[in-house]
């Protein structure tokens, strides 16, 4: 996921074309192929639509529509923290709704608020059913699932999450 940081015009588009080559092979459907350029960039950049279109025979409007209709898509890399909550019934009846809010007053950011970040970093999206209702509340943060989240947990895993993510930007920045 290094590749989230900021690129030229002209390098997004040369690395929007490599990754529509890399999966746009015979029989792949636009969804698998969208979901296979955003687990390897993080994002799908616009820049990825024409290449997508002329790829697959659609026109530029058909991939725009199917990129912007699902909510797991990103047109922007994400923040270095994603937190996705449950939001599912039962989360919500085990205290996912309380959570959502310390989570929301913690880190100064709002759910659903897909591009916007806190100023430690931190994105808060909404999913529906990570498959833990018997664990709930569930969330996942940065791609790892923790489950029976309370606030307190929450505050400590977002910090080390934070921690993480600051360490590895230090170490980035020692090796160059």
Same mark, same amino acid.
């Given at each position: 996921? #290094?590749?989230?940081?900021?690129?030229? #015009?002209?390098?997004?588009?040369?690395?929007?074309?490599?990754?529509?080559? +890399?999966?746009?092979?015979?029989? +792949?459907?636009?969804?698998?192929?969208?979901?296979?350029?955003?687990?390897?960039?993080?994002?799908?950049?616009?820049?990825?639509?024409?290449?997508?279109?002329?790829?697959?025979?659609?026109?530029?409007?058909? @991939?725009?529509?199917? =990129?912007?209709?699902?909510?797991?898509? +990103?047109?922007?890399?994400?923040?270095?923290? @994603?937190?996705?909550?449950?939001?599912?019934?039962?989360?919500?009846?085990?205290?996912?709704?309380?959570?959502?809010?310390?989570?929301?007053?913690?880190?100064?950011?709002?759910?659903?608020?897909?591009?916007?970040?806190?100023?430690?970093?931190?994105? =808060?999206?909404?999913?529906?059913?990570?498959?833990?209702?018997? =664990?709930?509340?569930?969330?996942?943060?940065?791609?790892?699932?923790?489950?029976?989240?309370?606030?307190?947990?929450? #505050?400590?895993?977002?910090? +080390?999450? @934070?921690?993480?993510?600051?360490? #590895?930007?230090?170490?980035?920045?020692?090796?160059?």
């Amino acid at each position: 996921m #290094d590749e989230t940081k900021a690129h030229s #015009d002209a390098q997004l588009a040369a690395l929007a074309n490599a990754l529509v080559q +890399r999966h746009a092979l015979p029989g +792949r459907t636009l969804l698998a192929i969208l979901h296979a350029i955003q687990d390897d960039l993080g994002y799908v950049p616009p820049a990825a639509v024409a290449p997508l279109g002329r790829a697959l025979n659609l026109s530029r409007a058909e @991939v725009h529509g199917v =990129l912007t209709y699902y909510h797991h898509f +990103r047109t922007a890399p994400p923040a270095p923290v @994603v937190v996705q909550l449950c939001r599912a019934e039962a989360c919500r009846s085990m205290g996912g709704e309380a959570l959502a809010q310390h989570a929301e007053a913690h880190t100064g950011c709002k759910f659903g608020a897909h591009e916007q970040a806190s100023a430690q970093g931190v994105a =808060l999206e909404s999913v529906y059913c990570l498959g833990q209702c018997a =664990l709930s509340p569930a969330m996942m943060i940065n791609g790892t699932l923790h489950a029976k989240v309370t606030p307190q947990k929450f #505050d400590a895993l977002l910090a +080390r999450a @934070v921690a993480a993510v600051a360490a #590895d930007v230090t170490h980035t920045e020692e090796a160059a």
